[in-house]
């Protein structure tokens, strides 16, 4: 039921149930998937390596930055920021799913190609995304700034971080690393309608659902392996964007480790390479690719749950 295809039965559902279904969705599978993402944030901002090895390295592993995280600033640091990333989480759920849903509508209306192509999902996919992003981003980086600060809090409340950012960096700052952001965001969720149509093209003709719940379950699959190979193919401009965000907030990292000023995405990148290697570029991918196969996992799961509930909605009242 993810983009448009005039065949399936379940097209009748309002651009509105759409909207609130993408909504639904990303509502659900923020708050399951907060911790992984507040473990991944740290492990992206750290500048000294993720290992043992590293004395000064303040994580080095998910269960040990699990264990640290909870000792030191109790269980509800790993829903930092849980405010701005559910409202970043509701509106970016109903932006992108409903102009997935219009963008292959218009694509199957302009007989341009099959709406339901590979090509066609990657494209309107990756432009849903920058759509969503560009609508979202300020939350994007209030979020990331609660998930990276430590204890004492700079920000103790969502209208005092909005109010500190502005007077101190202007307004500016609710745009801070949205480059990366686009150039990382259209690959990386054209990936994932893609290869999750893809994955349930071939799931379907190797196995297919025999019921409802078989059905789910295999949505629940083909959203993980969609996100693992998605996040893993643009991984590090994920890093880059984590990275271009917290700048000027250095005051709230200083307990973590040191600290970097970046003046660009290029200048990032060269200091990351120099730095901490190329593998440096991938800091955090354990988390994120658990997250990853977790977050698109269930984003599809749920989205595709309720739509289906609203089509059953609306034949049980006709």
Not at 120 to 139: E, I, K, Q, R, Y
Request: proline letters at 4%; aromatic letters at 12%; glycine letters at 10%.
């Amino acid at each position: 039921m993810v983009g448009y295809d005039p065949r399936a039965d379940g097209r009748n559902i309002s651009n509105l149930e759409v909207a609130v279904a993408g909504s639904v969705s990303g509502l659900v599978t923020r708050a399951m998937i907060s911790p992984l993402d507040v473990i991944k944030i740290r492990f992206q901002l750290q500048i000294e390596r993720l290992s043992r090895s590293d004395p000064n390295a303040k994580y080095h592993g998910i269960l040990q930055a699990g264990r640290q995280i909870l000792q030191e600033e109790g269980p509800t640091a790993f829903w930092k920021g849980h405010i701005p990333a559910q409202l970043l989480s509701i509106g970016y759920g109903a932006v992108q799913f409903l102009s997935f849903e219009v963008l292959t509508e218009l694509v199957h209306r302009a007989s341009v190609r099959d709406a339901r192509d590979f090509s066609v999902h990657f494209v309107c996919g990756g432009l849903s995304a920058c759509v969503a992003t560009l609508t979202m981003h300020p939350l994007d980086v209030l979020r990331t700034r609660y998930a990276a600060q430590g204890e004492p809090r700079v920000y103790r409340a969502l209208r005092d971080a909005v109010v500190t950012m502005y007077r101190t960096e202007g307004p500016a700052v609710f745009y801070k690393g949205l480059t990366p952001t686009l150039l990382a965001i259209f690959p990386y969720a054209g990936f994932q309608f893609a290869f999750y149509s893809s994955l349930k093209h071939v799931g379907e003709w190797a196995m297919p659902s025999e019921d409802k719940t078989d059905g789910n379950f295999k949505n629940l699959l083909c959203g993980s392996g969609a996100g693992v190979i998605s996040k893993t193919l643009t991984y590090p401009l994920d890093l880059f964007k984590k990275r271009l965000q917290v700048g000027g907030f250095e005051q709230a990292r200083a307990s973590f480790g040191q600290v970097r000023s970046y003046k660009g995405l290029l200048d990032c990148a060269r200091q990351v390479l120099r730095e901490e290697g190329a593998q440096g570029f991938f800091k955090g991918l354990s988390p994120s690719l658990l997250k990853a196969a977790l977050s698109t996992g269930f984003v599809f799961f749920w989205y595709e749950l309720v739509c289906n509930l609203f089509h059953r909605l609306r034949k049980a009242d006709s």
